[in-house]
């Protein structure tokens, strides 16, 4: 018998939005490390230049990956325009993850991610 569905994957890539489910917490951290890994490379996004401001590509999300599981667990990955990524907890009120100076934002978010 497999196990059920518990953690869910959802990659907004620009306007494309994709969904995919997961038995357990590592499984979808795998998944999301490889996934915003590959898009890192290709993410890069220009400095926009408007009248009043100008936003500069690390300022820009041009990839993000969202981790919804049991009990309220949320948290993911966004990949910045200029390939640079960060981990955050939490989901209309997003909390930055700290990272280690030897650690990436996926590992930092496996730190802070409890395995319900």
């Known amino acids: 018998m497999s196990r059920p569905s518990r953690y869910r994957l959802t990659l907004r890539l620009g306007p494309r939005v994709e969904h995919e489910r997961f038995a357990s917490l590592t499984e979808t951290l795998d998944a999301l490390e490889v996934r915003l890994g590959q898009l890192g490379r290709s993410a890069r996004r220009e400095t926009v230049d408007l009248r009043y401001r100008r936003i500069e590509p690390v300022e820009q999300v041009a990839a993000r990956g969202e981790i919804a599981g049991p009990r309220g667990l949320r ?3 966004d990949v910045r325009g200029d390939g ?24 930092a978010l496996r730190r802070v991610l409890p395995d319900v």
């Open 75 to 77: 948290g993911g990955v």
């Open 84 to 107: 640079s990524s960060e981990a955050f907890t939490g989901r209309i009120r997003r909390r930055l993850v700290d990272q280690r100076p030897d650690e990436s934002a996926y590992q």
